[in-house]
């Protein structure tokens, strides 16, 4: 069926008019659009409000993935600068909104739905969050003259639920005023994206099951179950009186450690284990590994694994969190949104800054560091002859024969080597002999008893000494 064409009028737009794609409202199966699953966005939002591992972890990824600034690099340097382009990004939602609250919307919607969408109203400085469990992705097939045919994206659905009202109808967005957020594709789809919770789904059921389970447990009288036995046969109605008498008394964790008393011939017996005996810890702890593996937070970050010597841990889990989620993230949500970029230079694009993210200054102190080393090998290649732009070809790649020698250059002759870091090592204050000096220096007499000749008096018997030691002490 051919749709949006009788129920959609905006600005007299509608997208069979550029496109006559067939959109089919019907089916999950249809090539021609991609939605979230009902069921896959019930399960995040269950998850996100129920599961401390899952609220934590996309909690994690929301404060990192907020701090950054977004502005424009150069290409050529790769230098950050800012300018009027920006100011839509900078306040994107109005009334005094900011950078960090766009970009925590965007990692939301990415970890529960895999997919965000973020519209810019036409002739308003504005940008407006579509609902990704509302969002249907619009394409069609496109065939090339000679053989050959590919998917075009041609816009965005949005189709509230039926009963959900103050939303309006369905509306259309063409793909030119929606940046689409996917960074982790959907295998089964074209364009969309799949959350990290699909395969941690199986692991979460596990963890809220564990939690579930010590919940009973505790509403069990916070105590193992208890078998009573009787020497005689009870009649079904007394069976079930005396069980609703035990567990009006005893049931609950409001009536735990109760003294129990049985009539003659009941015989408790404990069934099932202690909270040690059962190790919630360990069996649990696996499961949020297994949950937090998936969302590349470390467990260090979120406080479920101890800190190492010196809080060094921290350090490591929160470097290698930027490196594998937050940069990557962070480059391609720059990539989406640069859209919204009016006049971007060709030689320049949308990028962010890390300089003010205090979670990440010991990166940014390494990366300086390894910065003055590079400069450092500049330096040292230029005095040495060679042209700059061999050595700046031959610190990028590391290859010796990338380096060319400059006929312009002064020979070096003997004048010191300028280096940018400190060359001395502690402890070594020593400077090397002049020349001309001998190897070996005189050496000043070994025994008192040689004249100052430097020879070694020789030998003397057993008895010689001891008539020298009597003679010093007085006696012969």
């Not at 659009?33 to 994690?60: C, H, K, M």
């Not at 701090?67 to 950050?80: I, M, R, T, Y």
């Not at 009941?266 to 202690?274: C, E, K, L, P, R």
């Not at 312009?408 to 402890?427: D, K």
Request: one cysteine or more.
């Amino acid at each position: 069926m051919r749709l949006l064409d009788r129920l959609i009028r905006r600005a007299g737009y509608w997208e069979g008019q550029a496109s006559g794609a067939a959109i089919l409202t019907t089916s999950y199966g249809s090539p021609d659009r991609e939605a979230i699953l009902p069921q896959v966005a019930g399960w995040a939002s269950d998850t996100y409000g129920s599961n401390s591992v899952v609220f934590s972890a996309i909690l994690a990824r929301m404060m990192l993935f907020a701090e950054a600034a977004l502005k424009l690099q150069g290409k050529a340097d790769k230098h950050l600068y800012t300018d009027q382009s920006l100011a839509l990004l900078q306040e994107p939602f109005g009334d005094g909104t900011s950078t960090g609250e766009l970009l925590v919307r965007m990692e939301q919607d990415v970890s529960l739905a895999g997919n965000a969408y973020i519209w810019g109203v036409p002739g308003e400085d504005l940008l407006v969050r579509l609902r990704p469990d509302w969002t249907t992705i619009v394409s069609e097939l496109v065939q090339v003259p000679g053989g050959g045919a590919y998917r075009r994206r041609l816009g965005y659905l949005v189709m509230p639920p039926q009963g959900i009202t103050g939303q309006g109808g369905n509306q259309y967005y063409p793909a030119e005023e929606v940046a689409h957020w996917a960074p982790i594709p959907d295998p089964q789809a074209t364009f969309r994206g799949m959350s990290w919770l699909t395969p941690a789904y199986r692991d979460i059921l596990g963890d809220q099951g564990m939690v579930t389970h010590k919940v009973k447990y505790l509403e069990n009288a916070a105590s193992p179950n208890l078998l009573i036995r009787y020497s005689q046969k009870l009649a079904p109605g007394t069976m079930d009186a005396v069980r609703e008498r035990i567990t009006a008394r005893h049931g609950g964790a409001a009536n735990a450690f109760k003294t129990l008393v049985l009539d003659q011939g009941a015989d408790a017996t404990v069934i099932g284990n202690s909270l040690q005996q059962m190790d919630f810890t360990d069996v649990g702890a696996s499961g949020a590994e297994r949950i937090l593996s998936d969302s590349l937070v470390p467990g260090v970050l979120v406080g479920l694994e101890p800190l190492r010597g010196a809080g060094r841990g921290y350090q490591e889990s929160m470097q290698k969190f930027a490196n594998l989620y937050g940069r990557p993230a962070w480059r391609s949500a720059c990539g989406v949104l640069a859209r919204f970029v009016p006049g971007l230079p060709a030689g320049a694009r949308l990028w962010y800054d890390t300089a003010d993210i205090a979670a990440l200054q010991d990166g940014e102190l390494e990366r300086g560091q390894a910065a003055l080393v590079r400069g450092q090998a500049l330096l040292t290649c230029r005095q040495a002859g060679y042209t700059r732009e061999s050595a700046v070809k031959f610190v990028e790649s590391g290859d010796v024969s990338q380096l060319v020698p400059d006929p312009a250059a002064v020979p070096p002759g003997g004048a010191a080597v300028q280096h940018m870091l400190g060359q001395a090592q502690p402890g070594a204050t020593a400077e090397p002999l002049p020349a001309g000096t001998q190897a070996r220096l005189p050496m000043s007499s070994v025994s008192p008893g040689d004249g100052g000749n430097h020879t070694t008096p020789g030998p003397l018997p057993s008895a010689g000494r001891r008539m020298l030691t009597s003679g010093a002490n007085g006696h012969r």
